[in-house]
């Protein structure tokens, strides 16, 4: 099962684990669609942060089942890098709503 903890406050997000909904050795279309919104919003993140700066740090980590970001930014720049997290949460929400036996969402 995936895990994804959003802290959209504190800037933070925890995506572990996979879904497992397919025998081993077939792509897993759940774990790629929570992986694929995950590097989005790291994507994006990036991008605009080149573009309007207000990144201070950037704390990520990913690795096989698992992808932790914080940030830290600015004042100014908090509000746009909330919004990021919040369209990735929903994101994730709505595989949750589709599928509930492979992914657990929860909001801190």
């Known amino acids: 099962m995936i895990r994804a903890n959003f802290c959209i406050n ?13 025998g081993a050795g077939e792509y897993d279309l759940v774990c790629c669609a929570a992986s694929v919104i995950a590097q989005q919003l790291i994507y994006c993140i990036e991008q605009w942060a080149e573009v309007h700066g207000g990144v201070i740090r950037k704390d990520l980590v990913m690795d096989k089942g698992k992808i932790h970001l914080h ?8 509000s746009a890098m909330k919004r990021m997290l919040e369209y990735c949460r929903d994101g994730y929400q709505m595989l949750e709503d589709r599928y509930p036996q492979y992914i657990a969402m929860t909001e801190e």
């Open 71 to 78: 940030l830290v930014t600015h004042d100014w720049a908090r």
């Open 10 to 22: 504190d800037l933070t997000m925890d995506v572990d684990g996979h879904a497992g909904s397919t």
